[in-house]
């Protein structure tokens, strides 16, 4: 995949078409430790996408910062995952119901904070 760098954030083109991973239910953002959904998984529901804090983000990923490879996306929400907490850092926004059986180069084992895009 190529990616265009805008003023220090990255664009990507959409995700290649992949399955949805038997192990994230509809209304979670699912983020895994390895390439197509293998391995340790961290669930975040949506409501909690939109309500933590103010603007609707989670700071930090905890045990989760710097080691997701893929995701998979069951919410109505767009998502935008960050590589530095508090949204700073590069950003990949990833649609509703969208899913990445591997992230693109520059964001694998670098996800620090997550929140509802705006």
């Given amino acids: 995949m190529s990616a265009i760098v805008v003023t220090g954030t990255m664009a ?9 991973p ?8 699912c983020l895994y430790r390895d390439s197509y959904f293998q391995s ?4 975040i529901l949506s409501h909690n996408l939109a309500n933590v804090g103010p603007s609707g983000y989670r700071s930090s990923l905890g ?5 997701t490879s893929s995701l998979s996306n069951q ?4 998502v935008c995952l960050y590589s530095g907490q ?10 509703p ?22």
């Fill in 97 to 118: 119901y969208e899913n990445w059986d591997q992230l693109p180069f520059w964001a694998v084992d670098d996800i620090e904070s997550v929140f509802k895009c705006e």
């Fill in 63 to 67: 045990l989760f910062n710097n080691v």
């Fill in 40 to 43: 340790g998984q961290l669930n």
């Fill in 22 to 29: 038997p192990n994230c239910r509809p209304g979670l953002l």
């Fill in 12 to 20: 990507v083109p959409p995700a290649t078409a992949a399955s949805q």
């Fill in 86 to 95: 508090n949204r700073t850092g590069n950003v990949m926004a990833v649609g």
């Fill in 75 to 78: 919410t109505n929400m767009r």
